[in-house]
């Protein structure tokens, strides 16, 4: 299965409007935003657990990156609520599940093969920020040479501008905010290629989004070398 597979265009989803999709595990539904493969993929997906579901053990070839929405995820690293995020990296290994349910935002087999760091922050690990841009406040979670990964909150009526050399991928958890005259609510997903611009003006109400750069530019050639290589 290829899904917004060419990562020199930009590519764009409305999450809240795309129908749930079942996986082979029963009680866990998905609604995918990008993919390459099959069941094994590069993959970035809103992943829906059903009260008391669990998904078997297994290890991430690729590595796993994940951001709670709403609910308790849970594994054998603890019981993360809405607003955790967590890496773990190629080679980890767990099972994961919720008791009382829960929504992901979780995006597969998108690490360097050589990255060990697992990082498993809680809401408001680490607080918000100013980061110099007016109206734009940022929580930090990740960044390495090759990406870097924040919430950031943009105040009502905010016009954000960036272009970052490797490209740009964005996430709404609450708000909204319009760019290239498309409107972007929550569960939207915008990625931009590398060298693309991104002109965005913040609703009414704001906005807050996961965002992450650097990281679109040669994704397709890095998947199929981390593929290789753990397979």
């Not at 669990?54 to 709403?70: I, K, N, Q």
């Not at 995820?73 to 607003?83: I, N, Q």
């Not at 693309?196 to 992450?212: D, F, I, Q, S, Y």
Request: a negative charge.
């Amino acid at each position: 299965m290829e899904l917004h597979a060419d990562f020199e265009r930009r590519a764009a989803a409305h999450g809240a409007d795309l129908e749930w999709v079942p996986s082979p595990m029963p009680g866990v539904d998905r609604r995918m935003l990008e993919r390459i493969g099959t069941e094994v993929a590069r993959a970035t997906t809103i992943v829906r657990y059903a009260p008391g579901s669990a998904f078997s053990p297994h290890v991430h070839g690729g590595g796993e990156e994940f951001l709670v929405l709403d609910g308790v995820f849970s594994d054998e690293h603890g019981d993360f609520p809405a607003g955790s995020y967590v890496r773990n990296p190629p080679t980890s290994k767990h099972t994961p599940g919720s008791a009382p349910g829960c929504t992901i935002f979780v995006k597969l087999w998108q690490f360097d093969p050589a990255d060990r760091r697992d990082v498993r922050l809680r809401p408001r690990e680490p607080a918000f920020v100013a980061t110099g841009d007016p109206g734009v406040d940022a929580r930090a979670l990740h960044a390495d040479a090759r990406e870097a990964v924040r919430i950031e909150r943009w105040a009502p009526g905010t016009h954000v501008e960036r272009a970052p050399e490797g490209g740009l991928e964005l996430f709404v958890l609450r708000g909204g905010f319009q760019s290239a005259g498309e409107a972007y609510g929550p569960w939207s997903w915008l990625r931009l290629p590398a060298g693309a611009p991104l002109r965005a003006l913040a609703g009414p109400a704001g906005a807050e989004l996961w965002l992450k750069e650097g990281h679109v530019a040669g994704a397709a050639a890095r998947f199929a070398e981390a593929f290789a290589e753990a397979s």
